[in-house]
Structures are given as C-alpha cells and as structure tokens.
C-alpha cells in the first residue's frame, strides 16, 4: 500500500471539491487515534475520517458505521467547543506532502468570526492530528503532545507555535517547470534522485520510473506525465488485490487482479475498511488470544502426557499373562523369592520366561498383584481413549474460538467473551452495583442472495447456536464448511435456487478458516438433520443427510451479497 505525496494530492482535492462551504455537525472519536467528522456539505452529509493510527494513517471518506464510546475523550470534547457549527472553507494539502489541512471558520460566543486549522499529518507512527487558531498561529491542541525534550526543532503542545515537519531538503515537483525537474534530476548524484529531490514521490513511483526504460530521458519523461495526468485528474484508482497494494492509477508492477473505483476516496475506504478494525480488535481481544492459546498449549501437553501413559497400557496383557503363569507355577514360588523362572505355554517352543516377584509378599499375592495391575492398565486404556478423544475436541474448540476473534468485528467480541466465561476459561468481571442488563439475542450476519433469498451467517459459537437451533426454520438449509472450523450459515428458504445454494456455500468457506483457500467442500443438508448432542461445547452440532458443494471463497462476491441486502434494508 502506497499512501503517499500524490495520493494525497488527489485526496485534498476531491475533498476540496465536495465539502468546501460544508458545515460541521457533529465530531466523533470512537478510538485513540480516530476521528468522525459529519459534514453537511452540497445537501448531504459526508463522514470524514481522520486517523493518526501508526500503520493506517490517513484522511477520507467513510461509509463506515463506527462504535463510539459512552463517554467523549477529552480531545474529541476540545474540537467540539471548537469546531462544530463551524464551516469549511478550504481543504488543501501542504506543499506535495502527506499533510492536509481543514481551514475552518466559525464565531465565537460574543459572535465574532474565528478561524482555526485542523492538521492532518499522516506520517507513520508519528502520524498525529493537531488543531491550530489560524489567526495567532498557536496549537489548541493535539492528539499526540510532543514534548522539547523529544523533538527539538518542533514541540506539538498547546500555546506552542505550530511549526511543518521538516522537508528533508525536497522540492515540490508541481513547482516546477518540466525543464527545472529535469535538471534537478540530470544533476542528481543519488541512485533513486526522484525521491531523493522531490516530495511525496514513494518508493513505488521510483520502481514505476525504471520500468519506462533504462536511460534517463525516459523516466523524466515518465515523471513529467505522471504530474500532469494526477494534477488533471487523469486517473484510474485501482487495487491489486493479489499483492494487497494501491495506486491512483495500474502500475506495471501490479497483477492482473485488479478493482477499480471512482474515487480515490471510495479507494481508500475500501482497502483500510477491515485493516484499521482488525487491529483494534487485535488490541482489545489480546488477552482472550493469550488465554485461548495458552489452554490449547496446557491442552497439547496433557495429551502427551496421556499418550505416553496410554502407551505403557497397552502391556496391560503381558501383566495378565505373568499372573495366570505364576498361578499354574505356584508350587514353583517360595516366600521370600525375588523372582521364578517360568514355562511360557502362550509362545511356541514354550520358552522360559522369569518374572519379577515382590519378596515380601506370599506367592498369591503376587499373582493378585499382577492381575490387580492388568485390571487398572485395562480401566486406564478405556478412560485414557476417551480423555485423549475429549481434549482433542477441546483443541478443535480452541482454534474454532480463535477464528472466529481474528475475524471477529468489535461487536462480535462482547458475545465471545461472555461464552469464554459460561465455560470457565476466563473470570467473569463483576462490577460493584453493577445492574444486570437483559441478555440481548445474539444478530447474526444479514446477506441476500442474487435473487434476492436472505442467507444468514453466524460469526461466533452464540450466533451460531442461536441461529441453528431456534432461529432457522427445519426446512431451511444449513451449510458449513467440511471438516474446517467456520461459520453455520442459514438460507431462509426450503427451496433455493443453485445460485442461492452456490453463494451461501461462498460465505460459510469466506468465514471459515479456509478463507485462503481453493475449492473448499462445503457441506448442506436441512435445519431438521442438524442436531446438539447433549453437553456439547457452544457452536458443536452433528448432522447427516448432507451434499458437498466445492466453491472458491471471493471477497468481491461477498460484499456484493452485504450490499444487496442493506440496499434491499434502506
């Protein structure tokens, strides 16, 4: 991904051209490092995001419904004084830098006009989001506060002047003439003299540079088009979806998989949807993680432990066949004897076999003692087959919960939590006065097939129980992936068609853990052929009457299916 001077660039742009004159009505900020700007711009109201995030930095558009928490950080309460009600009056970018700037105009409580600057500098993890007063030239505040003692040519704190980072002795190449940028970089010295000299020139457009021909004149030449066509608006915002990557246009090095969009803005929101969410689920699910792979390894070496114990249980007969051989040599045995020498009637040739003997024991005892030992290796072998089975399933359990909190969104991790706590693998957290709210009913996943038949998707073991087990109908039809943890999908309907049975076995191998994967089996029968064995662990059902259907998991067709259905809900 390639978030850089150019793409920027683009990005001011568009959003100069749709929310200049808007108005700002209500700042939100549902994490650390994110803010919601709703603004009432050309008759409709636009959510601006704003990130600070260390990887995912940036500034666009967003359709994007976020959770935000019950109380506003201190930060997000300081822009609302400040910011909302007010108007936007230019979006620009500074120089060819990953900087945007909102200058924004307002009035204050005695009614005078007052103008502030919301600062946006994406910058990698010292990304960071700073509101200045435009008029003195001050910092407000700023999301992150960067003392003295850490930077010495620019402090980020309130009272203090806003100073830009420093440029890195760069130029900004939509300054300059076609013959300036071609001497700058004719008299460059440096292997890669396009970002050595110019801002906002990526590694990426270095490499593009070098595909137009190894002699100089044509990577120029290659430049200069490259300006003139972003500056124009002359582009195609695509992303390869094979290596992950962006642009504002295909570059040569991308594959042929490629997604198209209108916007730049609609790119971005598209690409950072799931990345910036998955991390902050990462961050606030850490600990079950930690607790689920930490049982799992508990779990590894228990088996290990009973495998070896199983091991030496399966010579329980050899301790049944010493004690039938001393019963038939007792006469053999005096007391006091640590061993005798034995015929083994069981092997041919009838060898002699001597068996160990306790010298404190008569010689029946020790016949009882051997048969005692069979007995137990025998109850052992039995018991041992059953808890290796059990802990094997406990694993199977694990990774399943596991799976489903790395793809599990915010919401989903309140109900995956509470299940970790109905079975003991984490405290329950009881809070003093705390009221007990009623339980809510788990909301599984909402799609519509191409002709229009809901498919319903369960994301956790609780949305999975409750849709299978009382939500579905017993002729509606039920599908998981075979033999591979994921989710339980529903079509609401007796009879679907192939199209419908097609896409909804699309989604239960997209939310499985063979996402990556090709031609996964997916397996279907009726809700009515699908049951719970009593005791079994959340999410676990047997079923049996079932076809496999093999299909290919693919992001397009699933957010197609998801745009169906909120198009059929608005």
């Known amino acids: 991904m390639t978030y850089d001077g150019m793409v920027t660039r683009r990005v001011s742009k568009e959003l100069q051209a749709l929310l ?26 636009h959510r601006l995001l704003l990130s600070m995030h260390p990887v995912y930095a940036r500034i666009h558009l967003t359709d994007e419904k976020f959770t935000n928490p019950k109380e506003p950080p201190m930060f997000c309460m300081l822009l609302r004084k400040h910011l909302e009600g007010s108007f936007i009056r230019e979006i620009i970018q500074y120089e060819n830098e990953r900087i945007i700037e909102l200058s924004i105009q307002g009035k204050n409580e005695i009614g005078d006009d007052i103008r502030k600057r919301l600062i946006i500098e994406i910058m990698g993890k010292h990304s960071n989001i700073i509101l200045v007063d435009a008029d003195k030239g001050h910092i407000l505040d700023a999301m992150k506060h960067l003392s003295p003692y850490q930077n010495r040519f620019r402090t980020i704190q309130p009272g203090q002047p806003y100073i830009y980072p420093p440029t890195q002795d760069k130029v900004n190449p939509f300054d300059l003439n076609k013959k300036d940028r071609e001497t700058i970089v004719k008299q460059s010295l440096h292997e890669r003299a396009f970002m050595t000299h110019f801002m906002g020139v990526s590694p990426q457009i270095e490499q593009e540079l070098q595909t137009f021909g190894d002699d100089i004149d044509s990577q120029i030449h290659g430049f200069h088009q490259l300006l003139v066509d972003i500056e124009n608006g002359q582009i195609d915002p695509v992303i ?16 042929e998989n490629l997604k198209h969009f209108a916007s730049v803005n609609a790119l971005l929101d598209y690409f950072y949807r799931d990345k910036a969410e ?47 051989l001393l019963t038939a040599h007792m006469h053999l045995v005096k007391q006091g004897d640590s061993s005798v020498d034995v015929l083994d009637y069981y092997e041919e040739d009838t060898p002699t076999l001597t068996i160990e003997l306790n010298p404190n024991k008569s010689p029946s005892e020790n016949a009882q003692s051997y048969f005692k030992t069979y007995q137990k290796l025998k109850t052992s072998k039995k018991m041992l087959d059953i808890e290796i089975q059990k802990a094997y399933e406990m694993i199977d359990y694990l990774d399943q919960l596991i799976e489903q909190i790395e793809k599990a969104r915010l919401e989903d991790l309140d109900e995956i939590r509470e299940e970790l706590e109905d079975e003991g693998l984490i405290k329950k957290k009881v809070l003093k006065n705390q009221k007990k709210n009623k ?56 009879a679907p068609s192939e199209a419908t049975l097609n896409e909804a076995a699309l989604l239960a191998a997209y939310f499985s853990k063979a996402q990556q994967s090709s031609a996964v089996p997916v397996d279907y029968t009726e809700i009515k052929h699908v049951h719970k064995p009593n005791g079994a662990k959340p999410g676990y059902v047997i079923y049996d009457h079932q076809k496999t259907v093999a299909v290919t998991p693919n992001r397009a067709i699933v957010e197609q299916l998801k745009e169906n259905d909120q198009a059929h809900t608005h």
């Open 240 to 255: 390869d979806q094979t290596k992950h990557a962006f642009y504002l246009f295909p570059l040569k090095s991308f594959s």
């Open 278 to 324: 998955r991390d902050l689920v990462k961050q606030r699910a850490g600990d079950l993680i930690r607790v689920l792979q930490n049982e799992r390894s508990k779990t590894l070496r228990k088996i290990k432990k009973q495998q070896q114990t199983l091991k030496k249980a399966e010579h329980a007969p050899s301790y049944q066949k010493k004690g039938e």
């Open 20 to 45: 200049a004159t808007g108005r700002i009505l209500k700042i939100y900020q549902p994490t650390k490092t994110e803010l919601i700007l709703n603004i009432r711009a050309n008759g409709k109201t």
């Open 439 to 494: 339980p809510k009913k788990p909301s599984p996943d909402r799609y519509q097939s191409s002709d229009g038949t809901i498919i319903l998707v369960g994301k956790n073991n609780k949305q999975n129980d409750y849709l299978t087990m009382k939500l579905a109908g017993k002729q509606n039809i039920w599908l998981h992936t075979k033999d591979i943890p994921g989710s339980h999908v529903v079509i609401r309907s007796d």
